[in-house]
């Protein structure tokens, strides 16, 4: 173990090396007392970590789970995450190590990490389907779960990587439906007040998402077949019950349709089919 890297790659020497020297069954087959056993896991810790310092990337969730019933090593791995974070990392990777600090009970860690992941994330306006959905779902009502700090540190980076409106949609309305922080750490319930639509964050929140209704229409609209109209006038209806979450909505929506009116008259039947819907 100590001369791994003349065999192994450091995802082989984590991923299967180190991992079963550390297995109940190998210790048993080599009649191991509690001192070699303990000799023989600090080994394994100290090449989870030798390989999670050379390959972050493929390396460190595992140096994490081999570190976990040692303090200090685990302290050492999470930093080595946070260091690769900004250059060695994917938000694909970050996500996942962040549930699975989630899981294990940091949930500090794991909102610092999903953080992180947010930073390296671009979901553009017509990737309503992306598989990183789930992980901006989730890491928004980790940081909703924690408090209104820490959802209000999260809803910029949302805002900056997220320009989907189904998905900035829907993390508004979960948003609006419980108060952030509801079981404090402590376990005490706070006063309870749902957040304001009007003041920080969630105004940002909702301006993006009204913003990104804006632009996707535009954009649905240049290359726009007949087979996707009714599909269309649907999508506006979403778009409508956004802009009614704002106390102004109603105005804003009635110029936002006049002025669709306006740029788009030469498409005559699916202007029509928006008159029909909207007034």
């Not at 901006?136 to 959802?151: R, T």
Request: with cysteine; charged share 20%; proline share 3%.
């Amino acid at each position: 173990m100590q001369s791994w890297f003349t065999l192994f790659t450091p995802t082989e020497a984590t991923s299967i090396v180190a991992t079963t020297v550390m297995s109940n069954s190998t210790i048993v087959r080599l009649h191991l007392d509690c001192h070699q056993q303990e000799n023989l896991a600090s080994s394994a810790r100290t090449l989870a970590l030798q390989c999670a310092m050379k390959d972050p990337q493929n390396c460190a969730l595992s140096a994490l789970t081999l570190c976990e019933k040692d303090h200090i090593a685990f302290e050492t791995a999470y930093q080595i995450v946070l260091d690769a974070a900004t250059t060695g990392m994917s938000y694909t990777q970050l996500f996942t190590i962040a549930r699975y600090m989630e899981h294990r009970g940091y949930p500090m860690r794991a909102y610092k990490l999903a953080t992180l992941a947010m930073t390296h994330l671009n979901l553009s306006y017509n990737q309503d389907t992306h598989p990183a959905i789930n992980d901006v779902l989730w890491a928004c009502a980790l940081s909703h779960s924690l408090g209104k700090n820490e959802l209000a540190a999260i809803i910029p980076l949302v805002v900056k990587s997220v320009k989907c409106a189904t998905v900035l949609s829907d993390i508004l309305r979960r948003c609006t439906l419980t108060t952030p922080g509801m079981v404090a750490l402590h376990g005490r319930r706070n006063s309870g007040k749902l957040m304001s639509l009007d003041k920080a964050p969630l105004r940002q929140l909702l301006d993006a998402t009204i913003g990104a209704y804006i632009n996707t229409t535009h954009s649905r609209l240049t290359h726009i077949s007949p087979r996707h109209y009714s599909e269309f006038i649907e999508f506006l209806s979403k778009a409508r019950e956004t802009f009614l979450m704002a106390h102004d909505g109603h105005i804003q929506f009635t110029q936002f349709i006049d002025n669709l009116k306006q740029i788009y008259k030469g498409k005559k039947k699916l202007m029509m089919l928006v008159r029909e819907r909207f007034g």
